[in-house]
């Protein structure tokens, strides 16, 4: 393989799988925000009964 | 006339030469960001855009209320949410821009860099290589690791360390991501445009960093993931379209040299840059501390590893596709040369003496004339919103750092409340920092060049101390000051210092030599002095934790 076609071949891979891979994470990440505030209002709830 | 007066005559003639094509240059440069498409409603898509960050500082400010929540999110991150905020920090406009330069002077040979870090971000995904282990040590900072597995000078020294060499290397974020506003908006460089969008933008960054902590960081990482993913692929299916991948291919081919083999010596880059890249790539990627803030905030030590397997395609991404518009930019105003549109080529190409075109505008400027009004908008506040979260993430890093590790060491029992209080202290002062070393750093060395130097002034001694401390039984606290400290020596390879060294000895030592000569100055200096200097065998010291409280169970090896 030439340098050129490895190149040519990473910039493709590089996109197509970033592009398919960001759908994933935009969808899945939203469900993580949710998630994550839950736990963190639960945290500061706790917080606020120690104090 | 004495020769001297003579003397006097031509520098004064030099002189007046240099600043009459400064200004020359100059007016060119405002002549050419003035041909962009950027229009109102871009203006307006990106008022809108800066807007909703702020908001989300000021909502999520309420649930930054432990020590633990503000700089870590609670440790309450899952997977997909820990790529996407990994993606927007790593993915900053810093890194479009020093990536897009690589490509606009290396051509396709600048893709290593991205190949090689994906690897890397690979590589330690799959083993959980020092991430992992140090996920299940429950830190919030790598110096509070120090402390745990060696004792509290290391902690201190490995915190001024980091937060030294952190804070110089962001020293160029912001004037380089001013440069990127400029050229792609369309406001007169001449007309102070550079230091008011510094301003601006620092501005920004500093009240939503200040308010909500790691939390209005992560959020905010995420939106811009989402936008700036969407941009990424557009705006490269549109440059292709517009110049045609076999134009691309050929004219790199004909213009550049060595445009595609990143070993050959007549490249940019060459085996020794090669080499050192591949240690950073390892390094960076595994001990980086707005990286591993990353993976400290995560849920768990296989969601470490998710993130950072799934983050290897990002990874490759953040630097192949801005290198791959810098080359577009280069093919671009190759072909500009005898169009209307040659003030392109006459600025970009000028290769007389004297002049010093800026290659950095290059990229910006190309996707100002090839952008369509509205999409051009939607780009602008995605890489304002990578600005941001890079910036956001690196004033919380390295100022945690400082109060964490630096300063409630030194000072002993210190309250949540005044942690967090410091933290926002140390925002401001290093965002100042930032904003006056970018207005006045002048320096040569490609973007990539000066972080990569600043950057190895940590991460050389860091992997070395950290690989060691979880992996050697035998490392010893004396062993790890030793090699953060030689470590410390690759700053030697920014340039102004390693000018005035080559300089002395009469050699022409490149930043990636001096990166590997304190990588092998750092693991001699480690082990030896590990060997020489052990440990005690047992510790009864306290450890502080992330708020304040003691945890007297020293860490142990993975190995153990």
């Known amino acids: 393989m030439t340098w050129q076609g490895l190149w040519i071949g990473m910039l493709w891979v590089v996109l197509v799988g970033f592009a398919a891979m960001s759908v994933v994470v935009s969808f899945l990440g939203a469900r993580d925000i949710k998630k994550m505030l839950a736990r963190l209002a639960e945290q500061s709830s706790d917080a606020d009964v120690d104090d | 006339m004495s020769p001297d007066f003579y003397l006097l005559s031509d520098i004064l003639n030099f002189t007046d030469v240099m600043a009459h094509q400064t200004l020359l240059a100059a ?71 020093y990536n897009a330069e690589a490509g606009y002077k290396g051509g396709f040979a600048s893709f290593h860099i991205g190949l090689i870090f994906g690897i890397m971000m690979l590589i330690i995904g799959l083993t959980g290589f020092i991430v992992a282990p140090l996920r299940r040590e429950r830190v919030l900072t790598i110096p509070e690791y120090y402390e745990k597995r060696y004792n509290r000078t290391a ?12 804070i110089l290397n962001m020293g160029v974020f912001l004037s380089v991501g001013s440069k990127f506003l400029v050229g792609i908006t369309g406001l007169n460089p001449d007309a102070m445009a550079v230091p008011i969008v510094m301003t601006v933008l620092l501005l920004i960054v500093l009240v939503y960093t200040v308010l909500g902590g790691m939390i209005s960081v992560i959020i905010t990482d995420f939106v811009q993931f989402v936008v700036l993913s969407f941009g990424v692929v557009i705006t490269t299916l549109l440059a292709i379209g517009e110049l045609g991948m076999d134009e691309i291919v050929k004219s790199v081919e004909t213009n550049m040299e060595n445009g595609f083999d990143p070993i050959a010596a007549e490249s940019q880059f060459g085996v020794s840059y090669l080499t050192f890249t591949v240690m950073m790539g390892l390094m960076t990627c595994a001990v980086w501390p707005t990286m591993v803030s990353r993976a400290l905030a995560m849920e768990s030590d296989t969601a470490v590893k998710r993130q950072y397997t799934w983050s290897s395609i990002s990874f490759a991404m953040r630097m192949v596709i801005p290198a791959f518009w810098g080359i577009c930019a280069f093919v671009f105003i190759y072909h500009t040369a005898d169009s209307a549109d040659g003030i392109l080529a006459e600025y970009f190409l000028d290769t007389s003496e004297g002049a010093k075109p800026d290659g950095a505008y290059a990229m910006p400027v190309f996707l100002g004339r090839i952008l369509p009004v509205g999409l051009i908008g939607i780009i602008t506040a995605a890489m304002i919103a990578a600005f941001m979260s890079t910036h956001d993430s690196y004033l919380l890093c390295w100022s945690s750092v400082l109060v964490q590790d630096v300063v409630a060491p030194i000072k002993g029992e210190m309250s949540t409340k005044d942690r967090i209080n410091y933290t926002r202290v140390f925002i401001v002062l290093i965002g100042i920092f930032v904003w006056a070393w970018g207005l006045f750093y002048e320096g040569d060395d490609l973007i990539w060049d000066y972080l990569a130097a600043t950057g190895a002034m940590y991460f050389t ?25 030689c470590g410390a020596s690759a700053v030697l390879g920014v340039e102004v210092i390693r000018g005035k060294i080559n300089g002395v000895l009469g050699t022409e030592f490149n930043h990636a030599e001096f990166g590997l000569c304190s990588i092998g100055f750092s693991i001699f200096a480690f082990i030896a002095f590990s060997l020489l200097i052990p440990d005690h065998p047992t510790s009864d010291r306290p450890v502080l934790d992330a708020d304040g409280a003691s945890d007297n169970q020293p860490s142990k090896q993975a190995g153990d």
Not at chain 2, 462 to 482: D, E, F, M, N, Q
């Open chain 2, 27 to 97: 007016g060119e440069l405002s002549e050419i960001v003035s041909g962009t498409n950027f229009s109102t409603i871009d203006w307006v898509i990106v008022v809108g855009y800066l807007m909703i960050s702020v908001v989300i500082g000021l909502l999520v400010n309420r649930y930054a209320k432990s020590m633990a929540a503000y700089i870590g999110a609670g440790r309450s991150v899952g997977t997909w949410l820990g790529v996407a905020t990994m993606t927007g920090t790593e993915l900053g406009l810093v890194t479009v821009m």
């Open chain 2, 461 to 485: 001694g860091a992997a070395v101390v950290l690989a060691g401390g979880l992996y050697w039984k035998r490392a010893s606290s004396a062993g790890a000051i030793a090699g953060l400290i």
């Open chain 2, 155 to 166: 902690r201190i020294l490995g915190g001024v360390i980091l937060s030294m060499a952190g």
